[in-house]
């Protein structure tokens, strides 16, 4: 059971950043499961492919108030003003050390990542309130609690993501709407190639000291081969659908084996050889 009082057949869900990876993965298999899908994406030829494939589909970017005021319109128009559960996926990541990120590139990664999905949360929690219930899903990374080198404006904006939810979370106590965050680690998806494409707006044509290390990253990323422990986006989907079904669902849901083993080791290591170890992986 999604809730004491709904079947999957009955709950809706609105995901965003639908165009592939995750998020699609994650609305196919709910739709599979039953769910009534809201699958958003930021441009339109993706919100056309959607709908091509069956979805309920429109557009949603997270960098523009009036587009989700529209989307949330729209999904409360088909639903009675019901919502169940919000799936917050839009995100990219944007490669290059920190002394390379222009207060412009932060701003937008942060616009995205960061305030589009705390605008969207806000829209939404009225009509969790209002109905007595809900779920709102996060999905973090394991960037949101290690650092990792020339990964700083996306380190900082799911530190940001994973600070802003366990506020709400505790906000939130005594009602039963829960706030879940999703941590993968490598996953199979478009993520890299975006990244690959956010670098090349922001960071390619700054003089940096870092060139030696962003030509081995570039050139990892052209190889398209999946990094070690990758995983397919299903497994992801495993712990959206337990955030979604379970009574009582975990705050925090790791998916890849680095997930876990860097959430140990910073328990038990001292910062400094933390950082040695951690000062040796790219990903």
Known sequence: ????????????????GCSSGIGRCVAEQ???????????ARRAED????????????????????????????????????????????????????EDI????????????????????CRVLPIMRRQGYGRIIQNSSILGFVALKYRGAYNASKYALEGLSDTLRLELLGSDIHVCLIEPGPVISRFRENAAQAFERWVAEVPSR?????QRLQSTRRSGKPTAFSVPPEAVCRRVVHALESRRPRIRYPVTF???????????????????FLSSKLM
Request: hydrophobic share 45%.
């Open 258 to 276: 680095p997930t876990y083993l860097f959430a140990f080791l910073k328990r038990i290591l001292p910062t400094r050889i933390m950082d040695r």
């Open 210 to 214: 870092h060139q030696e290390a962003y």
């Open 1 to 16: 059971m999604a809730h004491p009082f709904l079947s999957p057949e009955q709950a809706t869900v609105l995901i965003t």
């Open 102 to 121: 222009t207060l412009q590139a932060l701003r937008a990664q942060f616009e995205t990542n960061v305030f589009g999905t705390h605008a969207l949360t």
């Open 47 to 98: 919100v056309q492919q959607l709908q091509l494939s069956g979805f309920n589909a429109y557009r949603l970017d997270l960098t523009d108030e009036r587009s989700m005021d529209e989307a949330v319109h729209w999904v409360l128009q088909q639903t009675d003003g019901q919502l169940y559960a919000l799936f917050n996926n839009g995100a990219y990541g944007l490669p290059g050390a920190v």
């Open 30 to 40: 709910l739709r599979a499961r039953g769910y009534r899908v809201f699958a958003t």
